[in-house]
Nanobody
Framework: QVQLVESGGGLVQPGGSLRLSCAAS????????IGWFRQAPGKEREGVSC????????DYADSVKGRFTISRDNAKKTVYLQLNSLKSEDTADYYC?????????????????WGQGTQVIVSS
């Protein structure tokens, strides 16, 4: 059974940090680029970051560049998103998703598998 399971979300103060994890099972993680998306209440889902199959290439939305870092460990079948210098506007449900072969333009319909999400709340 194909699964992507996110973890690591929670409540954090502005300026704080979190590390999100995305654990994959049931498919060959190394054949997929992995994207992180987020969806705030009342807003559309937006792409945050993507990492290539080997981890050699990464991309970030302008809103998170310099604050978030994506990485992956294919041997552990896990992808990570380090969130630093968090702001209230980063509050959202965060989802990881798998796209065959390479990162694209963060079109959600190009991603084959999705996790259920983990909630991040940035508040004092």
């Amino acid at each position: 059974q194909v699964q992507l399971v996110e973890s690591g979300g929670g409540l954090v103060q502005p300026g704080g940090s979190l590390r999100l994890s995305c654990a994959a099972s049931g498919f060959s993680l190394g054949d997929y680029a992995i994207g992180w998306f987020r969806q705030a209440p009342g807003k559309e889902r937006e792409g945050v970051s993507c990492i290539s199959t080997t981890g050699a290439w990464t991309d970030y939305a302008d809103s998170v560049k310099g604050r978030f870092t994506i990485s992956r460990d294919n041997a552990k079948k896990t992808v990570y998103l380090q969130l630093n210098s968090l702001k209230s506007e980063d509050t959202a449900d965060y989802y990881c998703a798998a796209r065959p072969a390479r990162c694209g333009a963060w079109r959600t319909n190009e991603y084959t598998y999705w996790g259920q999400g983990t909630q991040v709340i940035v508040s004092s």
